[in-house]
């Protein structure tokens, strides 16, 4: 087979989209030593500034290709049995099979969190997808009920659950405690929570609950790290952290390397992640995967990924979270939650997520 794949969100600063086909693209290299891959960094009628920084992969049967004319009539394109976007765009204008990531339908589900040019964009790449594409995938469960309940002309058999892996890229990171010092924290003296700073990462309850929990905490309270850049509608952020009085408490790091992030994750005292909607989850089986205790939303697709393997309450309850934050101060309740974090994370790696893509790939062609 000659498989197209989107990784043009990998060029730029990588969010969720960005670290699935980044992720994926090398996992398949890793499994796949057989059929042959393009790797499109500019995809259908997207061109990013730059692709310097795009996934790269050194393999004999992968290649890198910039296609200006996404159709047929190029040669790159009409020789493809099939193309796979990952970024909410359908390209509707070539012959081969389309596979089409689609991670949640948050802009339905919640448009409130979003702007109404990203709702209309990622509508329109959702509809087309959902009528025209050979197959959908889902990287949840969640994503794919939620996908038949907005769209329910569809055969559930379209839609294929493939989950995101564990970013052990992350663990291979150097061991760097300068980078902790660099962002003015001291290592298991802060709780870390990781996202793009927007409405539907709930960092205003995260804020709530910090400042209850710095007010109740017997003893040394620990900082808050928050580790992500800037989205929308969040532009007065540093503002509400300053009204509530945890300027010298707060640290907002913005977007940062792989590295820096994964001596956050080493060095912190615990995750938290009380969003209000999520398609998978990533920074959960992360925070997992460096044995830290997670606190996290019990909504959407979380309770899916992490089962019983962390304390988990309502998104709005800024009582509870801080209530969670204290007492993992309970030695026992804090190892409780690792050890059965271990059993859970062996359920989910990018290899895994690789041959299922291979195999939907191949019925797909046959």
């Not at 790797?39 to 259908?44: A, D, G, S, V």
């Not at 559930?156 to 300068?178: A, F, H, M, P, Q």
């Not at 606190?295 to 509870?320: H, K, Q």
């Amino acid at each position: 087979m000659r498989i197209g794949f989107d990784i043009s969100q990998t060029c730029e600063s990588k969010s969720g989209t960005g670290f699935w086909a980044d992720q994926l693209a090398q996992a398949l290299a890793s499994e796949d030593k057989e059929n042959i891959y393009t790797l499109f960094p500019w995809f259908y009628d997207y061109r990013p500034q730059t692709i310097e920084k795009a996934t790269q992969v050194t393999q004999k049967n992968f290649e890198k290709k910039i296609v200006k004319n996404f159709n047929d009539d190029d040669s790159t394109i009409s020789r493809l049995d099939i193309i796979h976007s990952n970024n909410f765009r359908f390209p509707k204008d070539v012959s081969a099979k389309k596979v089409v990531t689609i991670y949640d339908v948050c802009f339905m589900d919640c448009p409130e969190y979003t702007t109404e040019a990203n709702r209309l964009f990622c509508y329109k790449g959702t509809l087309d997808s959902m009528l025209f594409a050979d197959k959908i995938i889902a990287i949840s469960e969640y994503t794919k009920q939620r996908l038949l309940h907005f769209f329910p002309f569809v055969d559930s058999s379209k839609i294929d659950v493939v989950y995101c892996g564990n970013r052990n890229t992350l663990l291979k990171e150097k061991n760097n405690i300068e980078l902790v010092y660099k962002c003015k924290l001291e290592p298991l003296e802060y709780f870390l929570s990781v996202g793009t700073i927007e409405p539907r990462k709930n960092y205003s309850t995260l804020l709530k609950a910090y400042k209850l929990y710095k007010e109740n905490c017997i003893g040394e309270y620990k900082k808050l790290c928050i580790a992500g850049g800037y989205g929308w509608m969040e532009e007065n952020f540093r503002q509400n952290i300053e009204e509530l009085g945890l300027m010298g408490d707060v640290v907002v790091t913005g977007y940062v390397s792989d590295e820096t992030l994964a001596n956050l994750y080493r060095h912190c005292y615990a995750f938290i992640y009380p969003t209000w909607y999520e398609g998978f989850g990533l920074p959960v089986l992360e925070a997992m995967n460096f044995e830290k205790p997670v606190i996290a939303s019990n909504v959407t697709s979380i309770p899916e990924i992490v089962g019983d393997a962390a304390a988990l309450c309502r998104p709005e309850d800024s009582t509870g979270i801080a209530r969670y934050m204290d007492n993992l101060e309970n030695v026992k309740f804090y190892n409780e939650i690792v050890e059965k974090e271990k059993k859970r994370i062996e359920l989910f790696s990018w290899e895994k997520s690789a041959k299922e893509l291979v195999e939907i790939y191949s019925k797909l062609v046959k």
